[in-house]
């Protein structure tokens, strides 16, 4: 086992990660900006190197920082957390390169799945089912009319380096094709370096449904049920539940085996993430996330098993804790992601936290680093708390989380807070009836 990982980000999952490391009695170094010097992850630690100034390239994506820090303090593993440079292959390399373990799948296995052309013919290969599309990039106009003409219209138009919802645009009829494909174009330039688009069918009504697979280098390759993350904004997740309300036992372990199968046949280490849309009765594979997800709590409460401890465990080449047979969904969980934002702009809004109160009570948890007093800082990831709910049945996990929302204060800076009762307090939510454009519909029809 380790004796020292460094942590390589910040916020709620720093500490994430550091209270797995804590129980495994692996000593902890926290990495930071100037901007995080009052950070709770960095007083917890048990070392903390400042790597840069505020701005994440300088600090948190700042690769021979981050290298010299773990020299510098004698770390034999780093632990990317999520976001920044969890997904950077070259990074991992470079990690390995130097001697530590990087606590993450293979670099081909993240370089293969970052591409999403790449990632799409992978899984067709390995037998998972695809949103029907285009083979590979469209390189011109002309390629993306041909493709679309062939794919029926409405499609969508993909940055093959994607990520976050950026580089997507629909086109609905070939009278729109030619601006969403010029504007995912010049948005994958911005966003990624890299322009090449490749399009798919625009599926009208979907379900966002993910499945939670794990594997060791002995062989053991697992999967740990679902996540229903279809309440999106912006193509982004802003609550997740799992079990999914849209499926049965029957559903779940055929998509459950067709992941682990595919994950076992690459040959994966680690954890991982297999997204698909489901309309209709059916899964299509859009794409994969090669480290642990914002909303693996909820798949913690309903399995009870520790995901952060299992990584750390694969990566110091030690077998899965368990086996499929001893993978028992129990009862439901649900989290809403609490941004530091505006409820109804949706305008970030950093600065000091005067008042924080926790919920609290049987099957609550929070992942967070506020504290009354903390200042959130405007540079980064606008998302300050996750609150996760658990519950015997879905019922009585929404009555667990209305409550803990009634009783959680962050105050004075806005958050989504608002939003996540709002929601709450819907027919629709109550009857798990929603898709993944409902949330986006429902604050275009309130402003
Ligand atoms: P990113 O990596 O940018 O998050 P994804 O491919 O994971 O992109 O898709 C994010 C979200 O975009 C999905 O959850 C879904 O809401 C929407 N989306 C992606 N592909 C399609 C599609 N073919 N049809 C309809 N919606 C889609």
Known sequence: ????????????????????????????????STADNDSIHVRLADESV????????????????????????????????????????DFAEIVEAHNIVFIGPKPEHIRCMGDKIEAKITAQKLGIPLVPGSENDIYDFENA????????????????????????????????LESAFTAAKSEAKAAFGDDRVYIEKYLQNPRHIEVQIAADKFGNTVHLGERECSIQRRHQKVIEEAPSPAIDNKTRNTIGEIASNAVSKMGYLGLGTIEFLYENDEFFFIEMNTRLQVEHPITEAITGIDLVREQIMIAAGLPLSFKQNDVKINGHAIECRINAEDPRTFIPSPGKIL???????????????????????????????????????????????????????????????????????????????????????????AN
């Open 1 to 32: 086992m380790f004796s020292k990982i460094l942590i390589a980000n910040r916020g709620d999952v720093a500490l994430r990660v550091l209270r797995a490391c804590k129980e495994l009695n692996i000593k902890t170094v926290a990495i930071h």
């Open 145 to 176: 009319y041909e493709e679309a003409q062939k794919i029926g219209y409405p499609v969508l138009i993909k940055a093959a380096s994607g990520g976050g919802g950026r580089g997507m645009k629909v086109a609905l009829n070939e009278e729109e």
């Open 355 to 445: 008042q924080f109160h926790s919920p609290c009570g049987l099957g609550v948890r929070i992942e967070s680093c506020i504290y009354s007093g903390y200042e959130v800082p405007p540079y980064y990831d606008s998302l300050i708390a996750k609150l996760i709910v658990h519950g015997n049945n879905r019922n009585q996990c929404i009555l667990r989380l209305k409550q803990a929302l009634r009783e959680i204060v962050i105050e004075p800076i806005s958050t989504t807070i608002d939003l996540h009762r709002d929601i709450l307090n819907t027919e629709v939510m109550k009857k798990g009836s929603y898709d993944i454009r409902w949330l986006e519909n429902k604050l275009l029809n």
């Open 50 to 89: 400042c790597i840069g100034p505020a701005p994440s390239s300088k600090s948190y994506l700042n690769i021979p920082a981050i290298i010299t820090a773990a020299q510098l303090v004698g770390a034999d593993a780093i632990h990317p957390g999520v976001g920044f440079l969890s997904e950077n292959p």
